[in-house]
């Protein structure tokens, strides 16, 4: 068992904190995305205080200091120390691009909002909040290792998901825009979901075929989360 603070393990694990230490691995606080992390083979090392119900071979005991010091006072029983996602497309139909996202906890809402409707892949350019951070990972939880995860320069992947069939769509408010009930439904789609404060950028709606917004009375934006999420209801609903 690690009782020490200063132990080095413990020093290590507290660097996955910081992204600039998250190359490999990263931390999980969530027991269900721990045991899922399992399931899918991602989970390295889980830490334990007391006794242990989750049964994994590469298992550290540490004392109820240490967890404290880990979990930074939430109280947990269990952390996992898993390595980050292979990311890729497989066979992809519904997926949900995000330009420029800053917020994690946004990115990790989006994430489970695409899971639950049926979206089967999520991809994110290089700017977009990374998708380890613990507000990210509190929001996406086992829905992170559900869907296909890429991240990329979608000016160049846009270009090859429309030869590949996608019919792609810019969420945003220009002359040019339809609501959602008068656009089409099509085999692929893909959605762009902007920046929470200046949208989409102008060069990703050069690369769309059509640009559409939600229907809303009374206020004229939404939180980039709940909007993705209303898009994604709409079309889940006609797949």
């Not at 998250?22 to 995305?33: A, S, V």
């Not at 909002?113 to 613990?134: C, K, P, Q, R, W």
């Not at 989409?200 to 939404?222: A, G, Q």
Request: aromatic share 10%; net charge negative.
């Amino acid at each position: 068992m690690i009782s020490s603070l200063g132990n080095q393990r413990v020093k290590d694990w507290m660097r996955l904190y910081q992204k600039k230490y998250r190359r490999n691995q990263y931390l999980i606080f969530d027991e269900d995305m721990i045991r899922s992390a399992i399931e899918y083979g991602y989970l390295d090392t889980l830490i334990y205080c007391q006794n242990s119900e989750i049964a994994f071979a590469n298992s550290v005991e540490v004392s109820i200091e240490v967890m404290d010091k880990l979990s930074k006072g939430k109280g947990l029983r269990y952390i996992g120390v898993a390595n980050m996602l292979k990311e890729g497309l497989n066979n992809p139909r519904r997926i949900v691009i995000l330009d420029d996202l800053q917020d994690p906890a946004n990115v990790g809402m989006i994430i489970s909002s695409a899971y639950l409707f049926g979206y089967d892949s999520v991809i994110l350019n290089s700017f977009t909040a990374d998708i380890y951070h613990e507000k990210c990972l509190d929001k996406a939880s086992d829905s992170l290792y559900k869907v296909n995860i890429l991240r990329c320069d979608v000016r160049e992947i846009i270009p090859e998901l429309k030869r590949e069939g996608f019919k792609i769509y810019a969420t945003g408010l220009r002359k040019e825009t339809k609501e959602l009930e008068e656009t089409l439904v099509y085999d692929k789609m893909a959605f762009i979901l902007g920046n929470e404060g200046s949208g989409v950028k102008e060069e990703l709606y050069e690369l769309s075929d059509e640009i559409v917004k939600i229907r809303m009375e009374n206020i004229d934006s939404l939180n980039v989360a709940i909007a993705g999420s209303i898009v994604m209801y709409h079309f889940a609903t006609k797949q």
